[in-house]
């Protein structure tokens, strides 16, 4: 089945330590996107990605990195630096050449810093 | 982007149809209106998207009135499993790699 994976599901980490989230897609989808959800928000964009080994910080991408080796995988590193990493982070992506803003989903991760 | 504005919460009653208001005041010639939904604890999903004509699918309607400053998404016979929180976001058609803004949308909740 064509689709976004994102794993683990649930992830518990220390306070302090880098943690790395996994978004894996298989839709041969150009453009890539990691967001983070807090209780009863919207989301807010971390990073985006139009093409392979190109990425640009969104909205919220300080204590973030992201490296796009691979056209069908974007991971998210939460660094040490980032104040409050504890949410709900949802990776997506979308087709080349369409003419709206059609986002495909993964399941989400959530993150619990200790 | 054009700044949008939605109720926070509504209810309605299962097997009735489901009307999901929102003002988009300063909306541009150029801009769409989309509309996307996530169920508690998954990822948001696409609905319906429209310009200045009303659109249907097979999840949805999309009501643009004629000066395009309001939209409704109507769920014609709304489930228990519509039960979301819905999101209405105003954005310039784009190829890939677009920044979608994501606001708080409007918790719609499906009673039996």
């Known amino acids: 089945d064509g689709g976004i994976t994102q794993s683990p599901k649930y992830l518990f980490r220390k306070e302090g330590q880098n943690v790395t989230l996994s978004c894996e897609q298989n839709?041969?989808?150009?453009?890539m996107y990691w967001y983070r959800q807090d209780p009863g928000q919207g989301l807010r964009l971390i990073y985006y990605?139009?093409?392979?080994?190109?990425?640009q910080k969104g909205d919220i991408a300080e204590g973030y990195s992201v490296s796009r080796e691979k056209k069908e995988s974007f991971p998210l590193t939460v660094t040490s630096a980032q104040k409050n990493p504890t949410a709900f982070y949802l990776c997506?992506?979308?087709?080349?050449?369409?003419?709206?803003?059609?986002?495909?989903f993964g399941p989400g991760t959530r993150l619990t810093v200790l | 982007d054009a700044k949008t504005t939605q109720p926070t919460s509504m209810d309605c009653a299962e097997g009735r149809a489901a009307n999901l208001p929102c003002n988009h005041s300063?909306?541009?010639?150029?801009?769409?209106v989309y509309w996307y939904r996530q169920i508690h604890s998954q990822g948001p999903q696409y609905i319906i998207h429209g310009l200045k004509n009303n659109e249907t699918n097979e999840m949805a309607s999309l009501i643009i009135t004629e000066d395009r400053k309001s939209s409704t998404l109507i769920l014609p016979h709304a489930t228990l499993r519509d039960t979301a929180v819905y999101y209405c976001i105003v954005r310039v058609a784009e190829t890939s790699g677009s920044r979608l803004t994501f606001g708080e949308g409007t918790q719609l909740t499906v009673n039996p």
């Open positions: 990605s139009q093409i392979v080994n190109d990425f």
């Open positions: 839709l041969n989808h150009d453009a």
């Open positions: 300063t909306i541009s010639g150029n801009e769409y």
């Open positions: 997506a992506s979308s087709p080349p050449g369409t003419s709206f803003n059609e986002q495909f």
